[in-house]
Protein backbone atom coordinates (compact mmCIF):
# COMPACT_ATOMS: atom_id res chain seq x y z
CA UNK A 1 0.00 0.00 0.00
CA UNK A 2 2.75 2.30 0.80
CA UNK A 3 4.24 1.41 -2.24
CA UNK A 4 1.42 2.07 -4.64
CA UNK A 5 1.01 5.74 -2.72
CA UNK A 6 4.10 6.23 -3.17
CA UNK A 7 3.68 5.53 -7.26
CA UNK A 8 1.12 7.54 -7.35
CA UNK A 9 2.27 10.79 -6.55
CA UNK A 10 5.22 10.01 -8.98
CA UNK A 11 2.75 9.11 -11.81
CA UNK A 12 1.05 12.75 -11.65
CA UNK A 13 4.35 14.02 -11.27
CA UNK A 14 5.53 13.13 -14.22
CA UNK A 15 2.24 13.71 -15.94
CA UNK A 16 2.87 17.47 -14.44
CA UNK A 17 6.65 17.48 -16.13
CA UNK A 18 4.68 16.47 -19.49
CA UNK A 19 1.97 19.19 -19.28
CA UNK A 20 4.70 22.00 -18.97
CA UNK A 21 7.57 20.69 -21.22
CA UNK A 22 4.44 20.55 -24.07
CA UNK A 23 3.76 23.98 -23.29
CA UNK A 24 7.56 24.91 -23.46
CA UNK A 25 7.27 23.43 -26.81
CA UNK A 26 4.26 25.48 -27.82
CA UNK A 27 5.51 28.64 -27.38
CA UNK A 28 7.58 30.85 -29.52
CA UNK A 29 11.25 30.70 -29.44
CA UNK A 30 12.61 33.63 -27.29
CA UNK A 31 14.11 36.90 -29.16
CA UNK A 32 17.85 37.00 -30.20
CA UNK A 33 19.92 39.09 -27.65
CA UNK A 34 20.50 42.36 -28.16
CA UNK A 35 24.13 43.51 -29.45
CA UNK A 36 26.26 44.45 -26.43
CA UNK A 37 28.82 47.56 -27.00
CA UNK A 38 31.28 44.88 -27.38
CA UNK A 39 30.01 43.78 -30.76
CA UNK A 40 29.38 47.10 -31.95
CA UNK A 41 31.14 48.99 -34.64
CA UNK A 42 34.28 50.73 -33.22
CA UNK A 43 34.22 54.85 -32.94
CA UNK A 44 34.72 56.86 -35.85
CA UNK A 45 37.58 58.76 -36.98
CA UNK A 46 37.80 62.24 -35.10
CA UNK A 47 38.40 63.73 -38.87
CA UNK A 48 37.97 67.29 -37.42
CA UNK A 49 40.51 67.18 -34.65
CA UNK A 50 43.08 65.56 -37.06
CA UNK A 51 42.40 68.60 -39.87
CA UNK A 52 43.30 70.89 -37.26
CA UNK A 53 46.29 69.46 -35.85
CA UNK A 54 47.31 68.82 -39.43
CA UNK A 55 47.01 72.07 -40.63
CA UNK A 56 48.72 72.98 -37.15
CA UNK A 57 51.93 71.12 -37.42
CA UNK A 58 52.31 70.45 -40.76
CA UNK A 59 51.46 73.88 -42.27
CA UNK A 60 54.44 75.11 -41.59
CA UNK A 61 56.57 72.23 -43.24
CA UNK A 62 54.68 72.67 -46.57
CA UNK A 63 54.86 76.78 -46.44
CA UNK A 64 59.70 75.81 -45.70
CA UNK A 65 59.20 73.34 -48.49
CA UNK A 66 57.01 74.89 -51.59
CA UNK A 67 57.50 78.97 -50.78
CA UNK A 68 60.27 79.70 -48.17
CA UNK A 69 63.17 78.06 -49.48
CA UNK A 70 64.29 77.51 -53.53
CA UNK A 71 64.69 73.87 -53.51
CA UNK A 72 65.87 72.27 -56.78
CA UNK A 73 63.45 70.47 -58.77
CA UNK A 74 65.35 66.92 -58.24
CA UNK A 75 65.14 67.04 -54.97
CA UNK A 76 61.67 68.60 -54.01
CA UNK A 77 60.13 65.88 -56.81
CA UNK A 78 60.96 62.78 -54.68
CA UNK A 79 59.58 64.54 -51.67
CA UNK A 80 56.46 65.81 -53.05
CA UNK A 81 55.83 62.15 -54.39
CA UNK A 82 56.55 60.43 -51.20
CA UNK A 83 53.88 63.02 -50.05
CA UNK A 84 51.09 62.35 -51.85
CA UNK A 85 51.90 58.57 -51.40
CA UNK A 86 51.60 59.40 -47.39
CA UNK A 87 48.38 60.93 -48.11
CA UNK A 88 46.72 57.99 -49.64
CA UNK A 89 48.35 55.83 -47.20
CA UNK A 90 46.74 58.02 -44.31
CA UNK A 91 43.47 57.64 -45.99
CA UNK A 92 44.09 53.31 -46.26
CA UNK A 93 44.99 53.35 -42.78
CA UNK A 94 41.33 55.46 -41.54
CA UNK A 95 39.81 52.39 -43.68
CA UNK A 96 41.67 49.58 -42.44
CA UNK A 97 41.59 50.26 -38.58
CA UNK A 98 37.97 49.39 -38.47
CA UNK A 99 38.57 46.45 -40.57
CA UNK A 100 41.12 45.36 -38.12
CA UNK A 101 39.81 45.77 -35.00
CA UNK A 102 36.92 43.48 -35.63
CA UNK A 103 39.54 40.65 -36.47
CA UNK A 104 42.03 41.26 -33.21
CA UNK A 105 38.88 41.32 -31.14
CA UNK A 106 37.60 38.03 -32.48
CA UNK A 107 41.10 36.49 -31.63
CA UNK A 108 41.28 38.14 -28.20
CA UNK A 109 43.34 41.06 -28.30
CA UNK A 110 41.38 43.85 -26.57
CA UNK A 111 41.83 45.88 -23.37
CA UNK A 112 39.93 47.59 -20.72
CA UNK A 113 40.55 51.31 -20.34
CA UNK A 114 41.69 51.71 -16.62
CA UNK A 115 42.06 55.26 -16.00
CA UNK A 116 38.32 55.02 -16.78
CA UNK A 117 37.46 52.88 -14.33
CA UNK A 118 34.26 53.15 -12.40
CA UNK A 119 32.46 54.21 -15.51
CA UNK A 120 30.78 52.61 -18.70
CA UNK A 121 33.40 53.38 -20.93
CA UNK A 122 35.69 51.41 -18.28
CA UNK A 123 33.80 48.22 -19.49
CA UNK A 124 34.23 48.05 -23.14
CA UNK A 125 36.33 46.12 -24.92
CA UNK A 126 38.79 47.98 -26.33
CA UNK A 127 41.12 46.64 -29.26
CA UNK A 128 44.78 45.73 -29.08
CA UNK A 129 47.44 45.88 -31.24
CA UNK A 130 46.53 48.17 -33.84
CA UNK A 131 49.86 49.42 -34.74
CA UNK A 132 50.53 46.56 -36.76
CA UNK A 133 47.65 48.01 -39.40
CA UNK A 134 50.08 51.41 -39.33
CA UNK A 135 53.17 49.45 -39.73
CA UNK A 136 51.87 47.14 -42.61
CA UNK A 137 50.93 50.55 -44.35
CA UNK A 138 53.94 51.82 -43.55
CA UNK A 139 56.32 49.39 -45.38
CA UNK A 140 53.95 49.14 -48.10
CA UNK A 141 54.44 52.83 -48.50
CA UNK A 142 58.12 52.50 -48.32
CA UNK A 143 58.59 49.88 -50.68
CA UNK A 144 56.25 51.59 -53.22
CA UNK A 145 58.70 54.99 -52.78
CA UNK A 146 61.77 52.46 -53.32
CA UNK A 147 60.36 50.83 -56.58
CA UNK A 148 59.42 54.98 -57.82
CA UNK A 149 62.88 56.61 -56.37
CA UNK A 150 65.59 54.91 -56.11
CA UNK A 151 67.68 53.54 -58.96
CA UNK A 152 69.36 49.72 -58.90
CA UNK A 153 72.47 51.05 -58.36
CA UNK A 154 71.86 53.42 -55.78
CA UNK A 155 74.44 54.33 -53.47
CA UNK A 156 71.66 54.56 -50.74
CA UNK A 157 69.87 51.60 -51.88
CA UNK A 158 71.84 49.15 -49.09
CA UNK A 159 70.85 51.52 -46.33
CA UNK A 160 67.76 51.96 -47.04
CA UNK A 161 66.82 48.83 -47.16
CA UNK A 162 68.38 48.13 -43.83
CA UNK A 163 66.50 50.67 -42.50
CA UNK A 164 63.20 48.75 -43.38
CA UNK A 165 64.31 45.64 -41.82
CA UNK A 166 65.17 46.87 -38.52
CA UNK A 167 61.92 48.80 -38.51
CA UNK A 168 59.91 45.41 -40.09
CA UNK A 169 61.97 43.37 -37.74
CA UNK A 170 61.09 45.41 -34.42
CA UNK A 171 57.52 45.25 -35.85
CA UNK A 172 57.72 41.62 -35.22
CA UNK A 173 59.00 41.36 -32.04
CA UNK A 174 56.35 44.66 -31.19
CA UNK A 175 53.14 42.16 -32.08
CA UNK A 176 55.10 39.44 -29.87
CA UNK A 177 55.18 41.40 -27.37
CA UNK A 178 51.28 42.28 -27.49
CA UNK A 179 50.41 38.37 -27.97
CA UNK A 180 52.89 36.87 -25.16
CA UNK A 181 53.62 39.47 -23.05
CA UNK A 182 57.26 39.90 -22.49
CA UNK A 183 58.35 41.07 -19.28
CA UNK A 184 60.19 44.19 -19.22
CA UNK A 185 63.69 42.54 -19.00
CA UNK A 186 63.25 41.12 -22.28
CA UNK A 187 61.82 44.37 -24.26
CA UNK A 188 64.90 46.12 -23.37
CA UNK A 189 67.10 43.87 -25.46
CA UNK A 190 64.27 43.60 -28.52
CA UNK A 191 65.34 47.07 -29.88
CA UNK A 192 69.31 45.89 -29.67
CA UNK A 193 68.32 42.97 -31.71
CA UNK A 194 66.48 44.92 -34.53
CA UNK A 195 69.03 47.78 -34.75
CA UNK A 196 71.60 44.69 -35.91
CA UNK A 197 70.54 45.30 -39.78
CA UNK A 198 71.10 48.82 -39.64
CA UNK A 199 74.16 48.61 -37.96
CA UNK A 200 75.91 46.44 -40.32
CA UNK A 201 74.79 48.53 -42.94
CA UNK A 202 75.82 51.55 -41.71
CA UNK A 203 78.91 53.37 -44.14
CA UNK A 204 78.21 56.68 -43.05
CA UNK A 205 80.83 59.20 -40.84
CA UNK A 206 81.66 58.44 -37.29
CA UNK A 207 82.46 62.21 -36.34
CA UNK A 208 80.97 64.21 -34.38
CA UNK A 209 80.82 68.00 -33.93
CA UNK A 210 81.83 68.99 -30.63
CA UNK A 211 79.33 72.09 -29.37
CA UNK A 212 81.60 75.45 -29.85
CA UNK A 213 81.30 76.52 -25.74
CA UNK A 214 83.33 72.93 -25.13
CA UNK A 215 86.20 73.31 -27.89
CA UNK A 216 88.37 75.34 -25.91
CA UNK A 217 87.96 71.90 -22.97
CA UNK A 218 88.04 69.42 -25.86
CA UNK A 219 90.41 71.34 -27.77
CA UNK A 220 88.93 69.57 -31.00
CA UNK A 221 85.99 70.97 -33.27
CA UNK A 222 85.75 67.59 -34.65
CA UNK A 223 86.05 64.36 -33.01
CA UNK A 224 86.32 60.66 -34.63
CA UNK A 225 84.68 58.05 -32.49
CA UNK A 226 85.14 55.36 -34.82
CA UNK A 227 83.73 51.91 -33.47
CA UNK A 228 82.43 53.60 -30.75
CA UNK A 229 80.47 55.96 -32.94
CA UNK A 230 78.32 52.47 -33.87
CA UNK A 231 77.60 51.56 -29.95
CA UNK A 232 76.10 54.70 -29.48
CA UNK A 233 73.75 54.52 -32.99
CA UNK A 234 72.89 50.85 -31.01
CA UNK A 235 72.26 52.72 -27.24
CA UNK A 236 70.67 55.33 -29.46
CA UNK A 237 68.24 52.67 -31.13
CA UNK A 238 67.36 51.12 -27.70
CA UNK A 239 66.66 54.22 -26.11
CA UNK A 240 64.31 55.75 -28.98
CA UNK A 241 62.44 52.48 -29.12
CA UNK A 242 61.63 52.00 -25.60
CA UNK A 243 61.13 55.86 -24.88
CA UNK A 244 57.62 56.13 -26.71
CA UNK A 245 56.78 52.63 -24.47
CA UNK A 246 57.65 54.04 -21.71
CA UNK A 247 55.94 58.01 -22.25
CA UNK A 248 52.60 56.17 -22.38
CA UNK A 249 49.12 54.64 -20.53
CA UNK A 250 46.49 57.42 -21.44
CA UNK A 251 44.69 57.88 -24.90
CA UNK A 252 46.22 59.63 -27.44
CA UNK A 253 49.84 60.22 -25.86
CA UNK A 254 51.96 57.55 -27.69
CA UNK A 255 50.39 58.61 -31.51
CA UNK A 256 50.72 62.20 -30.42
CA UNK A 257 53.80 62.30 -29.25
CA UNK A 258 54.92 60.61 -32.76
CA UNK A 259 53.41 63.30 -34.87
CA UNK A 260 54.80 65.79 -32.82
CA UNK A 261 58.05 64.46 -33.19
CA UNK A 262 58.26 63.72 -36.63
CA UNK A 263 56.46 67.40 -37.38
CA UNK A 264 59.71 68.71 -35.55
CA UNK A 265 62.46 66.46 -38.01
CA UNK A 266 60.31 67.19 -40.97
CA UNK A 267 60.53 71.01 -40.21
CA UNK A 268 64.31 70.36 -39.19
CA UNK A 269 65.10 68.41 -42.24
CA UNK A 270 63.90 71.57 -44.79
CA UNK A 271 65.43 74.29 -42.84
CA UNK A 272 68.91 72.24 -43.21
CA UNK A 273 68.10 71.41 -46.91
CA UNK A 274 67.48 75.15 -47.74
CA UNK A 275 70.32 76.17 -46.01
CA UNK A 276 73.28 73.63 -47.15
CA UNK A 277 74.65 73.70 -50.98
CA UNK A 278 76.24 70.15 -50.13
CA UNK A 279 74.43 67.87 -52.36
CA UNK A 280 75.13 64.89 -50.04
CA UNK A 281 74.00 66.88 -47.08
CA UNK A 282 70.69 67.88 -48.55
CA UNK A 283 69.91 63.87 -49.67
CA UNK A 284 70.90 63.05 -46.48
CA UNK A 285 68.22 64.97 -44.86
CA UNK A 286 65.83 64.37 -47.87
CA UNK A 287 66.42 60.17 -46.94
CA UNK A 288 64.88 61.01 -43.45
CA UNK A 289 61.89 62.43 -45.30
CA UNK A 290 60.99 59.64 -47.30
CA UNK A 291 60.77 57.74 -43.71
CA UNK A 292 59.00 60.35 -41.96
CA UNK A 293 56.22 61.40 -43.95
CA UNK A 294 54.62 57.96 -44.29
CA UNK A 295 55.55 57.91 -40.43
CA UNK A 296 53.47 61.16 -39.71
CA UNK A 297 50.73 60.23 -41.91
CA UNK A 298 50.07 56.77 -40.85
CA UNK A 299 50.17 57.73 -37.10
CA UNK A 300 47.62 60.52 -37.58
CA UNK A 301 45.09 58.14 -39.18
CA UNK A 302 46.06 56.34 -35.97
CA UNK A 303 45.63 59.36 -33.59
CA UNK A 304 42.09 60.18 -35.11
CA UNK A 305 40.98 56.72 -33.29
CA UNK A 306 43.09 56.37 -30.57
CA UNK A 307 42.62 60.31 -29.34
CA UNK A 308 40.39 60.40 -26.48
CA UNK A 309 38.37 58.89 -26.08
CA UNK A 310 40.32 56.02 -27.58
CA UNK A 311 38.40 53.61 -29.56
CA UNK A 312 41.43 51.27 -30.21
CA UNK A 313 44.39 51.11 -27.92
CA UNK A 314 47.86 51.20 -30.77
CA UNK A 315 49.65 48.41 -28.10
CA UNK A 316 53.80 47.47 -28.16
CA UNK A 317 53.63 47.30 -31.61
CA UNK A 318 53.16 50.82 -32.39
CA UNK A 319 55.13 52.04 -30.05
CA UNK A 320 58.50 49.80 -30.92
CA UNK A 321 57.61 50.70 -34.56
CA UNK A 322 57.54 54.43 -34.26
CA UNK A 323 60.50 54.12 -31.62
CA UNK A 324 62.91 52.09 -34.21
CA UNK A 325 61.79 54.48 -37.23
CA UNK A 326 62.88 57.66 -35.37
CA UNK A 327 65.76 55.93 -34.35
CA UNK A 328 66.65 54.58 -37.77
CA UNK A 329 65.97 58.55 -39.44
CA UNK A 330 68.11 59.86 -36.32
CA UNK A 331 71.07 57.96 -37.55
CA UNK A 332 70.61 57.94 -40.96
CA UNK A 333 52.20 54.58 -16.36
CA UNK A 334 50.13 53.64 -13.41
CA UNK A 335 47.43 56.12 -12.27
CA UNK A 336 44.93 56.46 -9.61
CA UNK A 337 41.76 57.56 -11.93
CA UNK A 338 38.66 59.33 -9.36
CA UNK A 339 35.44 58.40 -11.18
CA UNK A 340 33.11 60.87 -9.23
CA UNK A 341 35.71 63.99 -10.64
CA UNK A 342 37.25 62.38 -13.74
CA UNK A 343 41.01 63.26 -12.58
CA UNK A 344 43.60 61.64 -12.90
CA UNK A 345 46.15 61.04 -9.88
CA UNK A 346 49.57 60.91 -10.05
CA UNK A 347 51.18 57.71 -7.78
CA UNK A 348 54.86 56.91 -6.88
CA UNK A 349 56.08 55.63 -9.97
CA UNK A 350 59.07 56.77 -11.98
CA UNK A 351 57.30 57.72 -15.24
CA UNK A 352 57.16 61.07 -16.26
CA UNK A 353 53.84 60.62 -16.44
CA UNK A 354 53.18 60.95 -13.05
CA UNK A 355 55.79 62.76 -12.09
CA UNK A 356 54.18 65.58 -14.15
CA UNK A 357 50.96 64.75 -12.62
CA UNK A 358 52.41 65.07 -8.70
CA UNK A 359 54.29 68.45 -10.41
CA UNK A 360 51.08 70.53 -11.51
CA UNK A 361 48.24 68.49 -10.12
CA UNK A 362 44.89 65.95 -10.98
CA UNK A 363 44.01 66.53 -14.46
CA UNK A 364 41.61 65.72 -16.82
CA UNK A 365 43.10 62.45 -19.23
CA UNK A 366 42.45 64.28 -22.38
CA UNK A 367 44.01 67.47 -20.58
CA UNK A 368 47.36 65.59 -18.91
CA UNK A 369 47.68 64.33 -22.92
CA UNK A 370 47.89 67.90 -24.36
CA UNK A 371 50.39 69.19 -21.33
CA UNK A 372 52.17 66.24 -22.06
CA UNK A 373 52.35 66.65 -25.58
CA UNK A 374 52.89 70.92 -25.45
CA UNK A 375 55.90 69.77 -22.96
CA UNK A 376 57.45 67.66 -26.00
CA UNK A 377 56.97 70.66 -28.14
CA UNK A 378 58.51 73.26 -26.40
CA UNK A 379 61.51 70.82 -26.34
CA UNK A 380 62.33 70.20 -29.51
CA UNK A 381 61.70 74.20 -30.30
CA UNK A 382 64.19 74.85 -27.53
CA UNK A 383 66.30 71.40 -28.51
CA UNK A 384 66.50 72.55 -32.37
CA UNK A 385 66.45 76.31 -32.87
CA UNK A 386 67.28 77.98 -29.34
CA UNK A 387 69.88 75.95 -28.37
CA UNK A 388 72.56 76.71 -30.60
CA UNK A 389 71.27 80.44 -30.22
CA UNK A 390 72.26 80.12 -26.54
CA UNK A 391 75.74 78.36 -27.41
CA UNK A 392 76.45 81.76 -29.61
CA UNK A 393 75.75 84.14 -26.50
CA UNK A 394 77.27 81.08 -23.98
CA UNK A 395 80.71 81.66 -26.14
CA UNK A 396 80.77 85.39 -26.28
CA UNK A 397 80.39 86.15 -22.71
CA UNK A 398 76.76 87.28 -22.70
CA UNK A 399 75.86 84.04 -20.63
CA UNK A 400 77.69 83.21 -17.33
CA UNK A 401 80.26 79.80 -17.56
CA UNK A 402 79.29 78.99 -14.12
CA UNK A 403 75.88 76.88 -13.83
CA UNK A 404 73.62 77.39 -16.12
CA UNK A 405 75.70 78.65 -18.64
CA UNK A 406 77.41 75.43 -18.85
CA UNK A 407 74.87 73.44 -17.98
CA UNK A 408 72.22 73.96 -20.36
CA UNK A 409 73.92 72.88 -23.50
CA UNK A 410 75.17 70.14 -21.65
CA UNK A 411 72.30 69.05 -20.73
CA UNK A 412 70.69 69.46 -24.71
CA UNK A 413 73.73 67.96 -25.49
CA UNK A 414 72.94 64.51 -23.24
CA UNK A 415 69.18 64.68 -24.07
CA UNK A 416 69.42 63.91 -27.98
CA UNK A 417 71.07 64.38 -31.04
CA UNK A 418 71.17 67.51 -32.55
CA UNK A 419 70.56 66.69 -35.95
CA UNK A 420 67.88 64.44 -37.45
CA UNK A 421 69.44 63.37 -40.78
CA UNK A 422 69.69 60.59 -42.86
CA UNK A 423 72.74 57.78 -42.02
CA UNK A 424 75.13 59.98 -44.26
CA UNK A 425 75.05 62.46 -42.04
CA UNK A 426 77.18 63.78 -39.51
CA UNK A 427 75.95 63.74 -35.73
CA UNK A 428 76.00 67.24 -34.42
CA UNK A 429 75.63 67.64 -30.80
CA UNK A 430 74.27 71.01 -30.45
Known sequence: MARKRA???????????????????TKPPPPPPRETSNDQPIAPPKKGFIFKLSLLLIGPYFHLLLFHYQIQHDLI?????????????????????????????????????????????????????????????????????????????????????????????MTLLGFIDDVLDVPWRVKLLLPSIAALPLLMAYAGHTTIIIPKPLVPY???????????????????????????????????????????????????????????????????????????????????????????PSSVFVGDTYTYFAGMTMAV?????????DPQTGLLT?????????????????????????????????????????SPFTCALWGRGFLPRRGFGLHYPMLLTILGPGSAAGPKQEFQAS
Not at 7 to 25: F, G, H, L, M, Q
Not at 268 to 289: C, L, R, W
Not at 329 to 337: D, M
Not at 351 to 375: A, D, I, P, Q, W
Request: proline share 3%.
Open 7 to 25: SEPTTITTTKEAIVTSDKE
Open 77 to 169: KPILINAGLSLAGFFLTVKLIPVASKYVLKRNLFGYDINKKGTPQGTVKVPESLGIVVAVVFMVLTIVFQFLNFAPDSNWLVEYNAALASICF
Open 218 to 308: IGLKVLDLGFIYKIYMWFLAIFCTNCINIHAGINGLEAGQTVVIASAILIHNIMQIGASADPEYQQAHAFSVYLVQPLLATSLALLSYNWY
Open 329 to 337: VGILGHFRF
Open 346 to 386: GTNDGTLVNFYLRMFGRKTENSLCVHLLLVQVIYLFVKFYL
